[in-house]
């Protein structure tokens, strides 16, 4: 079945760090790639998205991630982490055969150490 | 561009009551959507809209939720005889024709009691 899988639950990380946040999905094809910020209480922000081409994807607040089609991953990246990336950050995927309806990952809880 | 709103932002009942909650998308925007989230979870999907149509339905959504989308504007989300496990956050989002723009609202924070 599709799935998206976000293999770590909490992160934490020193201010100035560098991070990679872990995204795989189970699909027969390339699918649609998202990643969403959440801060609490609040919805969702769009980070960057993936659909075709250069596989390497910059997005907004100094993020980029990488698909691999071999690893069926697209792993979200920052080279230098701030205290206001702390929040909660979901992959999500359109399965382009099952409409396109957003299928999100469990998320990953980003805590930044000063 | 207000973005998309959502009302209200809490809502607290008792089980058994009725709820009901509003999405109003970005204007131009056709298609519009309903996630569920629940603590320590990604958003679910509820249901989808292309104008006043309602093309998909989870199976998450039981026969107590209704959605309409009278016009082809705002959405309504009604939750009948609410039980605890409906608390929850309600999210909203709405697309455009092309380039797969979803855009979420601040959602509407279910506590039943």
Same mark, same amino acid.
């Given at each position: 079945a599709q799935s998206v899988t976000q293999p770590d639950i909490h992160i934490t990380v020193s201010e100035g760090a560098s991070l990679e946040l872990r995204c795989n999905y189970s699909y027969g094809a390339t699918p649609y790639l998202f990643w969403y910020v959440q801060s609490p209480g609040q919805g969702l922000q769009l980070l960057l998205k993936y659909f075709?081409?250069?596989?390497l994807v910059q997005g907004i607040k100094g993020f980029e991630a990488e698909f691999k089609r071999s690893q069926s991953s697209f792993n979200l990246r920052k080279p230098s982490v701030h205290w206001s990336d702390a929040a909660e950050y979901f992959c999500a995927v359109v399965f382009m055969e099952y409409g396109n309806k957003l299928v999100f990952g469990a998320g990953t809880i980003l805590r930044v150490k000063s | 561009d207000t973005g998309v709103s959502q009302d209200p932002r809490h809502k607290i009942t008792k089980r058994g009551q009725n709820v009901t909650f509003r999405c109003d998308p970005?204007? +131009?925007?056709n298609r519009l959507y309903w996630y569920r989230q629940t603590l320590g979870q990604g958003p679910e999907f509820l249901t989808y809209f292309q104008n006043e149509a309602q093309l998909e339905k989870s199976r998450?959504?039981?026969?107590?939720f209704s959605a309409e989308r009278p016009k082809g504007s705002f959405s309504t989300l009604e939750i009948q005889r609410? +039980?605890?496990?409906?608390?929850a956050m309600y999210l909203c989002a709405s697309m455009g024709h092309?380039?797969?723009g979803y855009t979420f609202g601040s959602g509407t924070r279910l506590t039943v009691v």
């Open positions: 075709s081409g250069d596989t | 970005i204007s +131009e925007h998450l959504l039981s026969d107590r609410t +039980e605890q496990g409906d608390s092309t380039n797969y």
